[in-house]
Structures are given as C-alpha cells and as structure tokens.
C-alpha cells in the first residue's frame, strides 16, 4: 500500500508541503533503496529520514558527530511526540540501560549516535539483535578523504552497515564536490539516480573579491564597514588577528568585537549574544564562529584572510541573507596568507620518526592492548586526529580490531564547598569523604581521580569509592564525568603483516597525498580570487551545478558591464616573503636555550615557529611565549632549513 506522505507530514511534522528534493529521498527510502541527499543548510535535510522512521518497521539509527545537534534534535521530535532518543557519552549508565530497555520493546524510532559509538563490539552485537529499519549518516561528507573535513571514524560507517546487513542509508550533507559525492554513493552503494541534489544558488548573496595588498587590509576594511554600517561577519584565520583586527575597528569607530575559541566562555557568549540583539554590528571571528549561529539578517560577510577551502568559503558566506535580502560577500584578496594556510599543512604531517613511534607501539604490543590518545599523542607529539587516522586505516586494512572505549578514571568539581557537603554526614563517612577527597590530582576547578589507584591508597574498595562519587552527584553535591578514555584494541591479520615498519611507510604515503589534495585547495581558492568570469558561476560549478545564466551581481559579472579589461586574470597581491631577521635568529638561539623537551627536534621547532601547536607544545603551555608564530609569515621549508641549522 503506499503511503501517505503527505498526511504524515501533516499530522506528524505540521507542515503543509514538502521542500524541492525531500519527496524523492523518501520514496527511494520508502523503496528500500539508498540515498544521498546534497541540499543546503536550513533545506531540510533531517525530515528526509525523520518521516520515513515512522512508516517503516523498527528503528532508524542516525549518525550524527555534534552532540549538542543529536540532543536539541531529539528533544524537538519527542516535543512532536515521536519517539527519539540518543546515545552519546554524557549519557549516565542507568540512562543509557534504559534506551536499551526501550530499544528492545521497539519504543523507540530513531536513535541517535555519535559515530565513535559504533567502535564498541558490545553496542555492534546489541545492534544486531534490534530490528534495523534504516541508518541516516548526517556529515556524511566526512568519509571523504578528498573532502574538507574527513573524520577517519566515518570510514568506518560503510562496514558497519555492511557488517550489519542495514538498509537502506540515507546519507546526508550541505557540502560535497562531486569527487566527495561519489565516494559517499560508493561507501553506502547509492547509485546515481538517488543521488538528489538541490540548488545552492542564492540569488541574493553577492560575491565581491577586492585585491589587497596585506599592510592595507585594516584600513581598507574599516572603510567598508564603516560605509555599510550593517550586521557583519569578519573571518580570518589566526585567533591572534581576530583580537588584532578588532581592537583596530573599535578604535576607528566600528562596533566590533572579536569571537574565537581561545576566548573565555563569557567573553564568547558576549560577543555572540551582542551580535544576535544588535548591539554589537560586527564580529570578528575564527571559523569557530558560526555553527548555530541564527542570524537572519547578517547582511555582509568579509574574508580578511584566504579562507581555508572553498567548502569553508561556502559554509561562511552562506551565513550571510538568511531572510533572501541581498547581502555581501567580499574576500580582501592578498596571497600573503597563502603561506600561512600552507604551513599549516605542511606542519600537520607526521614525520617518518614519529608514525614508526607510533606503529611499533600499535602492532608490537601484546595481542591485546589498549591506549589513551591522550597519551600517545603526548609521546609521539602527533596530533590525536592524526593518530585516529592511522588507527582506522589499520584496523580497515585489517591489523587492529577495535573491541570498544573505557573510562580509567573519573572527574569531579565541587558544586558546594567542600566543607559544606561533609557537614552533612556521619564521623565515619565524614573521615571516608575526606580521605576520597585527598586523592587524585586537583585542577583549578575539575579533579581527577582514578579509582584503582584511589582504592590501594586509601584502603577502601572500588565500589565503595564509585558508589560515593555517585551519590555525590545525585545529592548535587559535585558534578561527575567519566575522563580519561581507554580505547580497547585486538591485533589481527596476518603477522607477516603487522610489520611496523611497512605500515609506517604506507601511513606516510596517505599523509603526502593530503598534504597534495590540501596545497590543491589553497591552489583552488587563489582560482576562484582571479577568475574574471562569473564568480557564483564558478563556485556553484565547484559543487556540480550548473548556472543557466550569470548571476550579474558578483565582481566578475560588474566588471564585465563596465567595461573593464578582463582578458588577465585578477591579479592577487603578494608581498616579498620575510627574511628571517639577525634578532629572530637571537630570539630563537634564547628560546633553545631554555630547553624545552617539546623542541626537541628541529621539525617541532619549524612548527612551534609557524604557530603551529602540537599536543607537546600545548601540554608544555609554550604557546603562550612570544615566541609562537615568530616566523608565521615565512615559508614552512625555510624555517624548517633555519631549524636544522641551529639544532
Ligand atoms: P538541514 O538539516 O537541511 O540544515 P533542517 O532539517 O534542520 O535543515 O530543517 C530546517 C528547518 O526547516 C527546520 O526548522 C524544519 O522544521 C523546517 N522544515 C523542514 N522541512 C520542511 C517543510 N517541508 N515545510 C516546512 N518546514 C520544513
């Protein structure tokens, strides 16, 4: 019998029509078929899998990686009375046992969890007793090593399903070339035809780039704002130049403040909270601003610096014209910026050293192991993301078989204090909490203790021990969560296999072809700042749309109606690229001097140069030194040459 769509969407969803695209996902769902849905933000992507959960039998998994989003999703729908729910780390034991309970009485049609979940063997052989009606991959733009912003926990998704026998999948994103795209369909085997793409055009943002030379930048963008006097977004790239930037508007009388996340929470939320009343006209922030960012009249959008790729352009400029009014999006081009983005990459990519490090510890442990990415980021100085990746790509070539995550301790912070919650108590549990509270090792506000060890200093059980912490917290009297995760590993394979050192050759083989596909989006960008054609045009193209006309309102297009020469390529401004001074040389003779153990080696001294922290660096507090970013301007490979000469 087929359904009734539209009576569900209106009895369920109360909406009276359905948006372009989401009808078509549907029927190939309702079909049993697997899909991808590429629409914009805000086009109503999670009705394309929340309406077909109902008509279908069992549960429909969502895979979501933004915790707040899975929660403030999942109250909205139990809001409209559909039974959600979601499974995430906050989540306390009897909660989580509890969403089990209704899993199996079949309470529950959608469930949403974060993607890591799906490393436990003990939630895969749960999943595999449950009724599975479909599995929606929100982000799926994310199993894409070509995309932007891959999640090597995504890689594992397509298994999974597979593994399971979960069909069909929807999967789900406002960001995807067509290379990401095709790798998506192919991941979850969606073929062409369910592949539903909606435009991207927004007639109403008007895309401006404005040759700059670097030492301008300031004063041209105060004019700008100054003359526009509208709600506006100003991005760059460092957090420094954020706070740089600001201080310059607000002493020549623009209504700034600057957003990012090194900021203190309050701070933060009073840049964000000025901008959504009003009172403050511009924010000048690091891509850290913007996600739930829901502003319907930012009427301009300024990049100050390069954008990072041109999914980030996107995502940044789209913020802009929310209500359809027209708005700006103007980047002040200068390839100055271009090292900095660069140095980035290259600064990301472990060393030969560092993955051998990092394999011989993975496969030369005993059959079974588990690690702290805390930890093993601390002794091999890679990023954790980095150390994700090459997790997933062993355990995906079939070397390490993931067996799930555990807490080795737990972190409290008083709500109360500490006195106050022992009055409460008996002499004898008074002494107990004492003693509890003694140990572990106390932060400025969180402390953290390990009950294993707890228990051998203090001579009191685990349980017992647990068992306070937890009525501790139910009393309101601390706040507790767990920290300190274990990931849980298996060798498997063939030995002959498991040889680190092959293993070390091919992760740094993956890591050279992104340090490729990264330098080819900043190659990108510099494109789109000197193509003299349509500039909406080109970027929509990018995507896989094509325009049926010019939008006539970008640079490319006015250019071309006043007549100005266009036959060369916009040319984008450079300066000379710094030298490396005779007192940055003293500067960094006395940083070796102080011996830091995170300098150690001349790559970690390039980094630290660049502005680029490292878990080491960042452990260490080095970068807060003056030091941190002295040669951000100068190219990677010369600092680096710099460093091997003073090491
Ligand atoms: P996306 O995931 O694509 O960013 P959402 O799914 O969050 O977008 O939807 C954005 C908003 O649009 C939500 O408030 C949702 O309720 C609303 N919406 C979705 N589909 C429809 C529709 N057919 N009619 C009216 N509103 C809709």
Not at 133 to 147: F, K, L, T, Y
Not at 182 to 208: C, G
Not at 311 to 339: F, H, W
Not at 598 to 603: E, G, Q, V
Request: hydrophobic residues 40%.
């Amino acid at each position: 019998m087929p359904h009734d769509l539209q009576a569900t969407l209106r009895q369920h969803f109360g909406h009276k029509a359905f948006r372009p695209g989401q009808e078509q996902v549907m029927q190939a769902l309702l079909e049993g078929r697997s899909a991808l849905a590429l629409f914009p933000t805000s086009a109503g992507k999670s009705l394309c899998y929340q309406l077909p959960a109902l008509l279908m039998e069992g549960v429909t998994l969502v895979i979501s990686p933004l915790i707040a989003l899975m929660k403030d999703q999942v109250e909205a729908l139990c809001a409209k009375d559909i039974r959600a729910a979601r499974l995430d780390s906050s989540l306390k034991q009897e909660e989580v046992q509890q969403v089990f309970d209704d899993l199996r009485s079949g309470a529950i049609k959608l469930l949403y969890i974060a993607p890591e979940r799906l490393m436990s063997e003990s939630f895969i052989e749960r999943l595999k007793r449950l009724k599975i009606a479909m599995m929606a991959v929100d982000e799926a733009h994310c199993i894409s090593e070509w995309g932007h912003n891959f999640r090597p926990e995504y890689l594992r998704l397509s298994h999974v399903a597979r593994e399971l026998g979960i069909h069909p999948v929807l999967a789900l994103t406002a960001t995807a070339t067509p290379s990401v795209a095709a790798d998506i369909r192919k991941a979850f085997d969606i073929a062409e035809r369910d592949h539903v793409q909606t435009s991207f055009f927004r007639p109403n943002l008007h895309y401006r780039i404005t040759p700059c030379p670097g030492n301008k930048r300031k004063e041209l963008l105060t004019k700008l704002l100054l003359k526009r006097k509208v709600p506006s977004i100003v991005y760059v790239t460092l957090q420094q130049t954020a706070e740089e930037v600001a201080t310059y508007l607000q002493k020549n009388g623009v209504n700034a403040l600057a957003y990012h996340a090194g900021l203190p929470d309050e701070h933060r939320h009073a840049a964000q909270d000025g901008f959504m009343t009003g009172e403050t006209d511009v924010i000048v922030a690091t891509i850290a601003f913007g996600m739930g960012i829901d502003k319907a009249d930012i009427r301009a959008v300024y990049h100050y610096n390069l954008p990072k790729t041109l999914e980030n352009y996107m995502q940044e400029t789209g913020r802009a014209g929310r209500d359809g009014k027209p708005s700006v999006c103007e980047m002040l081009a200068c390839q100055d910026d271009r090292i900095v983005l660069e140095n980035f990459t290259y600064g990301d990519t472990p060393t030969p050293q560092a993955l051998r490090l990092l394999t011989d510890h993975l496969l030369r442990q005993g059959e079974e192991f588990d690690l702290s990415l805390y930890e093993i980021s601390g002794s091999t100085d890679i990023r954790p993301l980095v150390i994700e990746t090459v997790l997933t790509h062993l355990e995906l070539e079939g070397l390490l078989r993931p067996l799930g995550t555990f807490y080795s301790s737990y972190q409290y912070a008083f709500n109360q204090p500490e006195a106050r919650i022992l009055a409460g108590h008996k002499p004898e549990r008074q002494a107990f909490l004492r003693r509890l509270f003694s140990c572990g090792k106390r932060g400025s506000k969180w402390t953290t203790v390990n009950p294993d060890e707890a228990a051998t200093q203090i001579e009191e059980s685990r349980e017992r021990i647990l068992k306070a912490l937890s009525w501790l917290e139910e009393a309101g009297d601390i706040q507790l969560k767990p920290s300190g995760a274990r990931q849980k590993y298996r060798l498997a394979g063939d030995r002959a296999e498991r040889d680190p050192e092959q293993a070390a050759q091919r992760m740094q083989k993956l890591f050279a072809e992104r340090e490729g596909r990264d330098i080819q989006r900043l190659n990108q960008i510099l494109e789109l700042a000197s193509e003299r054609g349509c500039l909406t045009r080109w970027l929509l193209r990018y995507f896989g749309e094509e325009l049926e006309q010019d939008c006539g309102t970008c640079t490319g297009c006015q250019d071309r109606e006043q007549g100005k020469d266009i036959t060369e390529p916009r040319s984008i401004p450079f300066s000379a690229i710094p030298e490396i001074t005779t007192e940055d040389v003293s500067a960094i003779r006395r940083l070796l001097d102080d011996r830091h153990a995170a300098l150690r080696t001349p790559r970690q001294l390039a980094r630290f140069l660049c502005g680029i922290s490292s878990p080491a660096t960042s452990r260490a507090r080095l970068t807060r030194l003056d030091t941190f970013g002295l040669l951000e301007h100068v190219p990677f490979a010369d600092v680096l040459a710099q460093a091997e000469t003073m090491r």
